[in-house]
């Protein structure tokens, strides 16, 4: 039940000429939280194969709503000839996603940050230097990663997270396909997840109303009709929003406390007035 105070109210024995009541207007709660998640080992990337470890993992627990939008991170990333690099993420549940494969090109790279997210300006280009930023996933180039990876097709689109809850083993495979170069993503990775929180739905208008009444012995019964608006002071029948309820209440120095139930449901942070 909404609590009403100090609703003051002026004038004759109608609530309606008052202007400036009370307003029902709950806050809506969160509707997104963000978290992140973060394995800081070391990733080796060996001249040629499957990186150690492989994969590498994070665990993720506690998560009470589902992903909306999520970001990854690749910390340190170093390289001597990084087109030949796959990093495939793949969630608890199995769905998949190349982050990058067949790009970068053979210019060396050493300690840079890249971070992924689907609403990136750029993704990163096939014999074009990798450089630290912010990037779209690229698949470049779809070739299956070794086992116990998940064989393609894969994607390039974090959106296929998208309305998963995270709990669970998140598992990120990074493989070396050509003979001759190496790396490390030195200090591991993380991802980031906004997930959605369902918001708040229709509130009842049940509320306990408490106003000061003048124009009547200030100890006293009194008979009033309550109404419910979308505006403060407007008499069009069109902005009202319920229909009219009567109460008879006891004044006690002029003031009044009473319960009143409108009988519907409004939008929460809408503001309405008696």
């Excluded at 495939?88 to 090109?105: E, I, Y």
């Excluded at 009444?213 to 009709?225: C, E, K, V, Y």
Aim: hydrophobic share 40%.
């Amino acid at each position: 039940m909404l609590t009403m105070t100090r609703g003051w109210l002026t004038g004759a024995l109608s609530l309606r000429l008052a202007v400036g009541m009370a307003v029902i207007a709950c806050p809506v709660g969160a509707l997104a939280q963000t978290t992140t998640h973060t394995n800081a080992a070391a990733i080796t990337i060996p001249a040629f194969g499957t990186a150690t470890p492989y994969p590498s993992v994070i665990n993720v627990a506690g998560a009470t709503a589902n992903i909306s939008y999520m970001t990854v991170r690749l910390n340190g990333f170093a390289h001597t000839f990084p087109t030949d690099v796959q990093v495939l993420l793949v969630s608890p549940t199995g769905q998949k996603t190349m982050l990058l494969s067949g790009v970068g090109g053979g210019v060396d790279v050493a300690g840079i940050n890249l971070v992924f997210n689907q609403d990136a300006a750029t993704q990163p280009t096939t014999g074009v230097q990798l450089l630290p930023g912010t990037y779209r996933p690229r698949n470049f180039v779809g070739v299956n990663l070794p086992g116990p990876a998940p064989v393609g097709p894969y994607t390039a689109d974090l959106t296929v997270f998208n309305g998963l809850n995270a709990n669970g083993t998140w598992t990120l495979y990074v493989n070396d396909r050509a003979i001759g170069d190496s790396g490390a993503i030195a200090t591991g990775w993380s991802m980031t997840f906004n997930d959605t929180v369902r918001e708040p739905g229709p509130i009842g208008t049940a509320i306990t109303y408490q106003g000061q009444l003048t124009g009547a012995p200030p100890n006293s019964t009194a008979f009033l009709r309550f109404s419910l608006w979308d505006t403060e002071s407007s008499t069009n029948t069109d902005n009202r929003v319920s229909g009219e309820v009567t109460r008879t209440v006891t004044l006690v120095d002029s003031v009044f406390t009473t319960d009143v139930d409108f009988g519907v449901s409004v939008q929460r942070q809408k503001a309405l007035y008696i």
